[in-house]
């Protein structure tokens, strides 16, 4: 760039390069996608179900908080790169490039020809809706990424009693053991 005259100045910077407190390795950052819940209307509930009495916050004076946090809630993002929990429920259609595809070019319906992702409760559901749209013998993989930890220890008690609950027993069972009526900080 210097012979080419394209350099306007030289100038020495000192950088504050991030280190591992484990290892001491240098931290990379490194881009990915992420996946994030919309909180507006969960936090909208949350907020009517105070306002009307549906649920009571003791002691009151801890409402003002309440509302202060649920009134500016920002977007959660609940992807993480580990190796333990509970997995992200969505499938990608294997060997699709969303950039390649045109409505009506390799799907059944032109226009979900862009859908390159499914969300499901589990394979059997993602594959229905993706064969809906490419058709018998589409290849599915989930992502790799994981719920966050307060996400996934939401989740938690009512994954260890069988949920979701498709007959009555399990639902009695989920009752039984976690009524969540009460909850306690």
């Not at 202060?68 to 959660?76: H, K, M, S, T, V």
């Not at 490419?134 to 990424?145: A, I, K, T, W």
């Not at 008690?157 to 027993?169: I, S, Y």
Request: charged content about 30%; proline content about 4%; glycine content about 8%.
């Amino acid at each position: 760039m210097d012979a080419a005259g394209l350099v306007l100045k030289t100038e020495k910077h000192t950088q504050r390069v991030p280190r591992s407190d484990r290892s001491g390795e240098v931290i990379e950052p490194l881009i990915s996608t992420q996946w994030f819940i919309k909180m507006d209307g969960m936090a909208q509930k949350g907020l009517d179900a105070v306002r009307t009495g549906q649920t009571k916050i003791l002691p009151e004076r801890f409402e003002k908080v309440y509302f202060n946090w649920l009134e500016n809630i920002q977007d959660w993002c609940v992807s993480r790169q580990l190796w333990w929990g509970h997995r992200i429920p969505v499938w990608y259609v294997e060997g699709v490039d969303a950039a390649d595809l045109a409505p009506g070019k390799g799907a059944k319906d032109g226009a979900k020809a862009r859908q390159t992702f499914f969300v499901a409760r589990n394979e059997a559901e993602a594959r229905e809706k993706a064969e809906a749209v490419y058709g018998e013998g589409v290849q599915l993989r989930q992502d790799e990424d994981v719920l966050d930890t307060w996400f996934s220890s939401g989740l938690w008690p009512f994954a260890t009693v069988g949920w979701p609950a498709d007959n009555e027993e399990a639902k009695a069972e989920l009752n039984k053991f976690y009524p969540s009526a009460v909850m306690e900080t």
